[in-house]
Protein backbone atom coordinates (compact mmCIF):
# COMPACT_ATOMS: atom_id res chain seq x y z
CA UNK A 1 0.00 0.00 0.00
CA UNK A 2 2.76 2.11 0.51
CA UNK A 3 4.16 2.01 -3.23
CA UNK A 4 0.23 2.64 -4.10
CA UNK A 5 0.58 6.01 -1.98
CA UNK A 6 4.10 7.21 -3.34
CA UNK A 7 2.52 6.55 -6.84
CA UNK A 8 -0.92 8.35 -6.06
CA UNK A 9 1.22 11.34 -4.52
CA UNK A 10 3.17 11.19 -8.00
CA UNK A 11 0.49 11.32 -9.93
CA UNK A 12 -0.99 14.39 -8.07
CA UNK A 13 2.15 16.24 -8.36
CA UNK A 14 2.10 15.63 -12.11
CA UNK A 15 -1.34 16.94 -12.43
CA UNK A 16 -0.83 19.99 -10.76
CA UNK A 17 2.26 21.04 -12.49
CA UNK A 18 0.39 19.87 -15.53
CA UNK A 19 -1.94 22.46 -14.99
CA UNK A 20 0.47 25.33 -13.48
CA UNK A 21 2.31 25.32 -16.78
CA UNK A 22 -1.24 25.08 -18.66
CA UNK A 23 -2.14 28.71 -16.52
CA UNK A 24 1.25 30.14 -17.34
CA UNK A 25 1.36 29.11 -20.84
CA UNK A 26 -2.43 31.01 -21.56
CA UNK A 27 -1.79 33.79 -19.16
CA UNK A 28 1.51 35.00 -21.12
CA UNK A 29 -0.65 34.29 -24.44
CA UNK A 30 -3.79 35.87 -23.92
CA UNK A 31 -3.76 39.66 -24.52
CA UNK A 32 -6.40 42.41 -22.98
CA UNK A 33 -7.51 44.22 -25.76
CA UNK A 34 -9.51 47.31 -24.13
CA UNK A 35 -8.70 48.54 -20.49
CA UNK A 36 -12.28 49.82 -19.11
CA UNK A 37 -15.34 48.16 -20.42
CA UNK A 38 -18.65 49.72 -18.67
CA UNK A 39 -20.93 47.09 -16.55
CA UNK A 40 -23.37 46.10 -19.55
CA UNK A 41 -23.21 43.21 -22.28
CA UNK A 42 -23.86 45.01 -26.07
CA UNK A 43 -27.11 42.67 -26.54
CA UNK A 44 -30.14 44.79 -27.00
CA UNK A 45 -31.43 48.33 -28.77
CA UNK A 46 -32.30 50.84 -25.41
CA UNK A 47 -32.95 53.42 -27.76
CA UNK A 48 -32.76 55.96 -30.83
CA UNK A 49 -30.88 58.63 -31.71
CA UNK A 50 -32.43 61.04 -33.34
CA UNK A 51 -30.73 62.97 -35.93
CA UNK A 52 -29.34 65.95 -34.53
CA UNK A 53 -29.38 64.86 -30.59
CA UNK A 54 -26.40 63.88 -28.25
CA UNK A 55 -26.42 60.81 -25.85
CA UNK A 56 -24.31 60.59 -22.84
CA UNK A 57 -23.43 57.38 -20.75
CA UNK A 58 -21.80 58.49 -17.22
CA UNK A 59 -20.22 57.64 -14.86
CA UNK A 60 -17.87 55.52 -16.49
CA UNK A 61 -14.07 55.19 -14.17
CA UNK A 62 -11.29 55.16 -16.10
CA UNK A 63 -7.49 53.95 -14.61
CA UNK A 64 -5.41 54.29 -17.49
CA UNK A 65 -4.77 56.34 -19.76
CA UNK A 66 -7.00 55.87 -23.50
CA UNK A 67 -7.02 56.63 -27.16
CA UNK A 68 -9.81 55.35 -28.70
CA UNK A 69 -13.97 55.20 -27.50
CA UNK A 70 -15.69 52.18 -28.88
CA UNK A 71 -19.38 52.64 -29.10
CA UNK A 72 -22.42 49.95 -29.46
CA UNK A 73 -24.82 50.86 -31.93
CA UNK A 74 -26.69 48.87 -34.62
CA UNK A 75 -26.95 50.47 -38.36
CA UNK A 76 -29.71 47.45 -39.05
CA UNK A 77 -27.58 46.77 -42.26
CA UNK A 78 -27.88 50.17 -43.70
CA UNK A 79 -24.69 53.00 -43.50
CA UNK A 80 -24.74 54.58 -40.07
CA UNK A 81 -24.63 58.14 -39.85
CA UNK A 82 -21.53 60.25 -39.25
CA UNK A 83 -21.27 61.03 -35.11
CA UNK A 84 -19.20 63.64 -32.84
CA UNK A 85 -17.62 61.95 -30.04
CA UNK A 86 -16.57 63.71 -27.12
CA UNK A 87 -15.12 62.20 -23.48
CA UNK A 88 -15.92 64.95 -20.87
CA UNK A 89 -15.14 65.10 -17.39
CA UNK A 90 -18.32 64.01 -14.82
CA UNK A 91 -17.34 66.58 -12.14
CA UNK A 92 -16.52 70.33 -14.27
CA UNK A 93 -18.12 68.55 -17.46
CA UNK A 94 -15.10 69.76 -19.56
CA UNK A 95 -14.72 68.30 -22.63
CA UNK A 96 -10.69 66.42 -22.12
CA UNK A 97 -11.26 65.12 -26.16
CA UNK A 98 -13.12 64.82 -28.89
CA UNK A 99 -13.05 62.44 -31.87
CA UNK A 100 -15.23 62.07 -35.08
CA UNK A 101 -16.78 58.98 -36.68
CA UNK A 102 -17.03 59.60 -40.88
CA UNK A 103 -20.86 58.02 -42.00
CA UNK A 104 -21.32 54.97 -43.97
CA UNK A 105 -19.83 52.48 -41.73
CA UNK A 106 -22.13 49.04 -40.96
CA UNK A 107 -22.19 47.67 -37.59
CA UNK A 108 -24.57 44.23 -36.18
CA UNK A 109 -26.06 43.94 -33.19
CA UNK A 110 -23.14 43.18 -30.36
CA UNK A 111 -20.71 45.18 -32.38
CA UNK A 112 -18.78 48.59 -31.80
CA UNK A 113 -18.07 51.61 -33.95
CA UNK A 114 -14.56 52.97 -32.93
CA UNK A 115 -13.43 56.63 -32.61
CA UNK A 116 -9.64 57.11 -32.43
CA UNK A 117 -9.18 60.24 -30.07
CA UNK A 118 -7.70 63.01 -30.62
CA UNK A 119 -5.13 62.95 -27.86
CA UNK A 120 -5.09 60.07 -24.78
CA UNK A 121 -7.69 60.70 -21.81
CA UNK A 122 -5.52 60.64 -18.54
CA UNK A 123 -6.67 57.77 -16.35
CA UNK A 124 -7.84 58.14 -12.83
CA UNK A 125 -10.72 60.22 -12.81
CA UNK A 126 -14.51 59.34 -13.78
CA UNK A 127 -16.16 60.69 -17.28
CA UNK A 128 -19.20 60.76 -19.48
CA UNK A 129 -19.04 59.14 -23.17
CA UNK A 130 -21.22 61.33 -25.32
CA UNK A 131 -21.55 60.92 -29.44
CA UNK A 132 -23.43 63.92 -31.22
CA UNK A 133 -25.80 62.30 -34.53
CA UNK A 134 -24.35 64.61 -37.30
CA UNK A 135 -26.57 62.42 -39.98
CA UNK A 136 -30.24 62.56 -41.26
CA UNK A 137 -31.56 59.27 -39.42
CA UNK A 138 -31.58 57.81 -36.55
CA UNK A 139 -28.91 55.32 -35.19
CA UNK A 140 -30.12 52.49 -32.23
CA UNK A 141 -27.99 52.56 -29.67
CA UNK A 142 -27.30 48.73 -27.98
CA UNK A 143 -26.46 47.85 -24.22
CA UNK A 144 -28.39 46.00 -21.58
CA UNK A 145 -30.27 46.64 -18.20
CA UNK A 146 -29.37 49.88 -15.85
CA UNK A 147 -26.38 49.22 -13.72
CA UNK A 148 -28.15 51.47 -10.22
CA UNK A 149 -25.59 53.99 -10.23
CA UNK A 150 -25.44 54.88 -13.85
CA UNK A 151 -27.31 56.58 -16.24
CA UNK A 152 -27.60 56.84 -20.13
CA UNK A 153 -29.32 60.13 -21.80
CA UNK A 154 -30.62 61.20 -24.93
CA UNK A 155 -30.52 64.58 -24.39
CA UNK A 156 -32.19 65.20 -20.84
CA UNK A 157 -34.26 61.81 -21.84
CA UNK A 158 -33.22 58.92 -20.07
CA UNK A 159 -32.84 55.99 -21.99
CA UNK A 160 -34.02 52.15 -21.64
CA UNK A 161 -31.18 51.07 -19.79
CA UNK A 162 -26.99 51.33 -20.12
CA UNK A 163 -25.26 52.15 -23.56
CA UNK A 164 -22.54 49.82 -24.06
CA UNK A 165 -19.14 51.70 -24.44
CA UNK A 166 -15.39 50.63 -24.11
CA UNK A 167 -11.74 51.93 -24.79
CA UNK A 168 -10.37 49.73 -27.17
CA UNK A 169 -6.03 49.44 -26.67
CA UNK A 170 -3.62 50.37 -29.40
CA UNK A 171 -1.52 46.94 -29.58
CA UNK A 172 1.34 48.98 -28.18
CA UNK A 173 -0.77 49.35 -24.88
CA UNK A 174 -1.77 45.56 -24.68
CA UNK A 175 -1.06 43.53 -21.82
CA UNK A 176 -1.32 39.59 -21.25
CA UNK A 177 -3.21 38.19 -18.70
CA UNK A 178 -0.20 37.48 -16.00
CA UNK A 179 0.67 41.43 -16.03
CA UNK A 180 -2.61 42.39 -15.31
CA UNK A 181 -2.64 39.73 -12.49
CA UNK A 182 -1.77 42.47 -9.85
CA UNK A 183 -4.78 44.45 -11.08
CA UNK A 184 -6.92 41.79 -11.19
CA UNK A 185 -6.28 40.82 -7.55
CA UNK A 186 -6.61 44.95 -6.38
CA UNK A 187 -9.69 45.10 -8.39
CA UNK A 188 -11.07 42.22 -6.95
CA UNK A 189 -10.37 43.54 -3.28
CA UNK A 190 -12.56 46.65 -3.97
CA UNK A 191 -16.24 46.69 -2.21
CA UNK A 192 -15.33 43.65 0.00
CA UNK A 193 -14.36 43.67 3.89
CA UNK A 194 -11.29 45.02 5.33
CA UNK A 195 -9.65 41.87 5.81
CA UNK A 196 -10.28 41.01 2.51
CA UNK A 197 -6.72 42.40 0.52
CA UNK A 198 -4.72 41.19 -1.70
CA UNK A 199 -2.37 39.13 0.85
CA UNK A 200 -6.01 37.46 1.81
CA UNK A 201 -5.95 36.38 -1.82
CA UNK A 202 -2.37 35.53 -2.10
CA UNK A 203 -3.02 33.23 1.25
CA UNK A 204 -6.18 31.38 -0.17
CA UNK A 205 -4.53 30.50 -3.62
CA UNK A 206 -1.53 29.13 -1.76
CA UNK A 207 -3.92 27.08 0.60
CA UNK A 208 -5.92 25.89 -2.47
CA UNK A 209 -2.93 25.16 -4.79
CA UNK A 210 -0.60 23.28 -2.15
CA UNK A 211 -2.16 22.53 0.80
CA UNK A 212 -5.55 20.93 -0.22
CA UNK A 213 -3.54 18.55 -2.30
CA UNK A 214 -0.94 17.67 0.45
CA UNK A 215 -3.75 17.06 2.80
CA UNK A 216 -5.37 14.61 0.76
CA UNK A 217 -2.24 12.86 -0.23
CA UNK A 218 -1.42 12.88 3.58
CA UNK A 219 -5.13 11.32 3.93
CA UNK A 220 -4.14 8.68 1.24
CA UNK A 221 -1.21 7.36 2.90
CA UNK A 222 -2.82 7.54 6.23
CA UNK A 223 -5.78 4.85 4.47
CA UNK A 224 -3.20 2.79 3.47
CA UNK A 225 -0.96 2.33 6.83
CA UNK A 226 -4.07 1.47 8.58
CA UNK A 227 -4.93 -1.35 5.60
CA UNK A 228 -1.48 -2.20 6.02
CA UNK A 229 -1.85 -2.82 9.81
CA UNK A 230 -5.28 -4.39 9.73
CA UNK A 231 -4.05 -6.99 6.89
CA UNK A 232 -0.86 -7.84 9.31
CA UNK A 233 -2.29 -8.25 12.60
CA UNK A 234 -2.75 -11.52 13.79
CA UNK A 235 -6.55 -12.34 15.17
CA UNK A 236 -7.42 -13.63 18.34
CA UNK A 237 -6.36 -17.41 19.23
CA UNK A 238 -8.92 -20.37 19.59
CA UNK A 239 -9.16 -21.90 23.02
CA UNK A 240 -8.19 -25.53 23.24
CA UNK A 241 -11.27 -28.05 23.48
CA UNK A 242 -13.00 -28.76 27.30
CA UNK A 243 -14.41 -32.30 28.17
CA UNK A 244 -17.98 -30.91 28.31
CA UNK A 245 -16.75 -29.80 24.09
CA UNK A 246 -15.45 -33.09 23.69
CA UNK A 247 -19.18 -35.08 24.52
CA UNK A 248 -21.38 -32.94 23.16
CA UNK A 249 -19.70 -33.32 19.69
CA UNK A 250 -19.82 -37.08 20.41
CA UNK A 251 -23.25 -36.87 20.89
CA UNK A 252 -24.45 -34.35 18.58
CA UNK A 253 -26.43 -34.96 15.52
CA UNK A 254 -28.12 -38.30 16.88
CA UNK A 255 -32.08 -37.71 16.86
CA UNK A 256 -33.14 -41.38 18.64
CA UNK A 257 -32.48 -42.56 21.79
CA UNK A 258 -28.76 -43.14 23.19
CA UNK A 259 -27.74 -46.86 23.76
CA UNK A 260 -28.56 -47.20 27.00
CA UNK A 261 -31.86 -46.58 26.67
CA UNK A 262 -32.49 -48.68 23.56
CA UNK A 263 -34.54 -51.59 23.99
CA UNK A 264 -32.74 -54.71 23.23
CA UNK A 265 -33.67 -57.83 21.68
CA UNK A 266 -33.78 -61.65 23.08
CA UNK A 267 -33.40 -62.73 19.45
CA UNK A 268 -36.89 -64.00 18.90
CA UNK A 269 -37.71 -60.82 17.35
CA UNK A 270 -39.31 -59.40 20.63
CA UNK A 271 -37.54 -57.13 23.33
CA UNK A 272 -35.77 -58.82 26.11
CA UNK A 273 -37.26 -57.93 29.35
CA UNK A 274 -35.54 -55.62 31.55
CA UNK A 275 -34.35 -57.48 34.25
CA UNK A 276 -35.20 -54.66 36.57
Known amino acids: MRRSSIAVGV ?10 LVLVDRGSKGREDQPVRFGVLAKKSIGLLPAGNEACQSPVDIDRAVSQVGLAVDTAGRPGPALEVSVRDLRTRRVLQR ?11 GG ?11 PE ?31 RRELDGDWGVFFPLAESGRRTYLEMAS ?6 TVLRPGIVTPVFYG ?9 APLLLWRAIVAAGDTDDRLATTPGPRPEPPTVDDDARAA ?26
Do not use: K, Q
Not at 130 to 146: H, K
Not at 183 to 188: E, I, K, P, T
Not at 203 to 211: D, I, P
Open 125 to 155: RSVAVCARNLGRRSLSLVGDNTVDYSVALDG
Open 99 to 109: ARVPGGYEIAL
Open 203 to 211: VMALLLVVA
Open 251 to 276: TAGTDGPSRSDAPRDDGTGGPVPDPR
Open 183 to 188: DMVRRA
Open 11 to 20: AMLVVLVSGA
Open 112 to 122: FVTAPLEAAVT
